[in-house]
């Protein structure tokens, strides 16, 4: 399944690719051409796949293991006593907090 994924998403770069050399202008398709040929050959490019791995089974093991290790450790509270969680934000602001009238009701009912 990872490898249909995987094919999948090569197949649509290389589809991405002939599509934007089929757009370009007919002068410069030549050198257009050459730089995607690179740019899908080369090992200095960066690789279109960000998982490392030679395999299916590397690749799925790499990802097993980072989410592992994020979704395994418990993590530590937080330190209230920290300034950040002991200052003021904002200044009391003047919103009532009384019941509503029934001239407020048909305002909000008729602006909806």
Known sequence: QLDEA???ATSQH???Q???LEKTNPEHRHRSSWHIIRQLTSSDTVPYCKVPGGTTEERLNIW???FKSLLGTEQPPPDLTLPFFNQRVSDTLPISCSSFSMSELDTVLKSA
């Open 6 to 8: 995987y094919n999948a």
């Open 14 to 16: 290389i589809r991405q």
């Open 18 to 20: 002939t599509d934007r």
């Open 64 to 66: 097993f293991e980072h």
